[in-house]
């Protein structure tokens, strides 16, 4: 691809228009920081791994959230034109920055961290031996390469209308954590997850997974909390 | 799990039975429609239908109470959404909506049965 491309870059004082030379190969974060380096030392924008790891680089895409350093301009761009926002559902602290405090708090509250199983009084503490092959590994392994750019989280409605709701990002997390034979806080993080702001928010609509960087299904992994929490107890009167 | 969290769980649990029940509640009422309007429908029939029938009240005791609280959780859960109604008030006012509707149902089954 050869010639100019437009970038209209909504800017935290407002929309501006950029230029930026046209090359083969160029990814979104290519052209971002082309603008930074030439047209714009001023620019914030935001990127760590340049390889798809960090989860750093997440921003709005031509209307649509993406992760721009995997994000091929050729792929994205309509009739030459890129329109760059910041990620939507979080706090923008200037330009193409959004704060992910809000985002990472969720995780917290959805219990997202491992918490090893105790082991009985007297006892050295040790994991269970859980092979890698094994029905319950994968299951855990279904959703555990999550980098937490917040694409999802900026694709859900949901989390648009209720800023409370965890979103998929954190309750994929906490699905991952259940699974995780070795794991000992599975009843406390079922509770953590449930209710209005929690899994039972969810519309089921997919645009998570539909979006989802690293192809996982927050979807699914939401729709298994429900069912779990359901079968485990339906009326909410103990138990987990 | 707190107080608050349960009932929100509750809620859910009874929107998805209640899914389910509406679901076969409506294939029933159809088919009977179905059935009833072959050779022409009166009120005499309806009647001669449902009047000193347990099955049917009972039938139609369960479809408006489904109706009720399915069409009452949904629109709590819209109106939360798009209009930010939260709250113990809202979800006061919602069950009472609910029930409201399911006796309203129901008072026409026992209607039916008793006429
Ligand atoms: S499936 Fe649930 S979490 Fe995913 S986008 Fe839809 S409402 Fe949000
Ligand atoms: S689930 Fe996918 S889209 Fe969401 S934060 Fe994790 S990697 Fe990003
Ligand atoms: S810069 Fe690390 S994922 Fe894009």
Redesign the interface.
Known sequence: MEGTLTVKVARSEGPVEYQVPARANQTVLDVVSYIQRELEPGLAYRYACRVGMCGSCAMTVNGRPRWTCRTHVAKVARRGVLELAPLAHLPVLRDLVTDMAPFFEKWRKALGHFRPREAPEGEIPDFALIPPASPERQQADAGIECIGCGVCHAACD?VG??PDYLGPAALNRAWTLVNDLRDGAGAERL?AV???AGC??CHSTQSCTAVCVKGLDPAAAIAGL?RR??WQ?????GG? | ?GR???????L??LQ?ISAAVLALCVIVHLATILWAVRGGLSAAEILGRTRGSEAWLAFYALFALAAGLHAAIGLR?IA???LGW?GRGADALWLAAGLATAVFGIRAAVGLYAA
Do not use: Y
Request: charged fraction near 25%.
């Open positions: 949901i209308w209720n509770a449930a209710g209005d039972h928010a429900k929490i359901f107890d339906p009326f909410g009167w987990g | 799990m608050r969290m349960r009932g929100q769980v509750l859910w649990s998805r859960a939360a959404e798009w939260r």
